[in-house]
């Protein structure tokens, strides 16, 4: 299945309505979020280091498909089996308990914060076929170490490092209020 970037444009994400009465407590719960992507942000500035070391002729191409595939977000690819379960099976264990248990926490309180958190599931599936091709991209590097094969990884590799990061920032401002005021578990 292919998933249009365009859906990941801020101009056509839907927006979550503000909560009152939100506590200080409440909204710091709701942070925990950030805390949790900055985990993820980290593995993937990771493999950016590698890419930009492998450009620079310090590491050989040979290091790349390791250093993708150490990824923990593409270990719980493998993990889990199927893009398609109960919910949706992500590319993390993280996107996994977002689909299975925060985001049915989030359904069903207004309109609007379930059209964000049907929005973020989608995006999940965005970012899952990228992560794929960014594995076939690193995979096809190492079968055949040259220029051409290393700027389509190196594409594939920026468009989900941005894919990410504007998801992360969406998800982090959208859910901040609801995950402490509905008491969500992360």
């Known amino acids: 299945?292919?998933?249009?970037?365009?859906?990941?444009?801020?101009?056509?994400?839907?927006?979550?309505?503000?909560?009152?009465?939100?506590?200080?407590?409440?909204?710091?719960h709701g942070r925990r979020?950030?805390?949790?992507?900055?985990?993820?942000?980290?593995?993937?500035?990771?493999?950016?280091?590698?890419?930009?070391?492998?450009?620079?002729?310090?590491?050989?191409?040979?290091?790349?498909?390791?250093?993708?595939s150490s990824l923990t977000m593409i270990q719980n690819i493998r993990l889990s089996g199927s893009i398609c379960g109960e919910e949706c099976r992500m590319l993390t264990f993280h996107h996994t308990a977002e689909d299975q248990w925060i985001f049915p926490a989030l359904n069903g309180h207004n309109d609007g914060l379930t059209r964000v958190v049907e929005r973020l599931a989608e995006e999940h599936l965005i970012i899952h076929a990228l992560i794929e091709r960014l594995e076939t991209s690193a995979a096809e590097v190492m079968a055949a170490p040259t220029p051409v094969n290393f700027h389509t990884l190196k594409i594939s590799f920026d468009q989900l490092e941005a894919v990410v990061r504007s998801h992360f920032n969406y998800e982090q401002e959208e859910l901040e209020e609801a995950l402490g005021f509905f008491d969500v578990d992360l």
Do not use: F
């Not at 801020?10 to 909204?27: C, F, G, L, M, Y």
């Not at 900055?38 to 790349?64: C, F, P, T």
């Open 1 to 28: 299945m292919t998933y249009t970037i365009n859906l990941l444009d801020d101009s056509t994400r839907p927006t979550a309505p503000k909560i009152e009465n939100v506590t200080p407590q409440q909204r710091r």
């Open 33 to 68: 979020l950030a805390a949790i992507h900055a985990i993820h942000l980290r593995q993937i500035s990771g493999v950016r280091r590698v890419l930009g070391e492998v450009a620079e002729g310090v590491r050989a191409v040979a290091d790349l498909p390791g250093a993708v």
